[in-house]
């Protein structure tokens, strides 16, 4: 169970990246000249916590030794990695199962 969490992060985490890192895209939610009394809507509330899940799961795989994380950029944004495919596959193993303990830590999961 944990792990299928992890995995979900991830994939919040590959689309944060393939967007530079950024959690929206387009136009600012906010503008000057609006003032919107401080309110949000459901819809708003949802996207600023997985953004702050994004950002929370990418501290987590940035903090990972270089083979754990060279694994799952190479898994998950497909980058170049010095190793084998066999190698790349279980440091990525390992990686799931470090960034279970460090995304627990952070009371993702």
Partial sequence: MEIEKVKYYLELWTEYMKHGGKGNLGYPKKS??????????????????????????????NSLPDDLKDSVYAMHLGDKANMTAMAIAYNYQLAVAELTTRLEKKHLI
Avoid at 34 to 41: E, Q
Wanted: hydrophobic share 35%; glycine share 14%.
């Fill in 32 to 61: 000057i000249g609006f003032y919107t009394g401080g309110s949000h809507s459901t819809d708003d509330l949802t996207d600023e916590m997985g953004i702050q899940h994004q950002i929370a799961t990418n501290a987590a795989v």
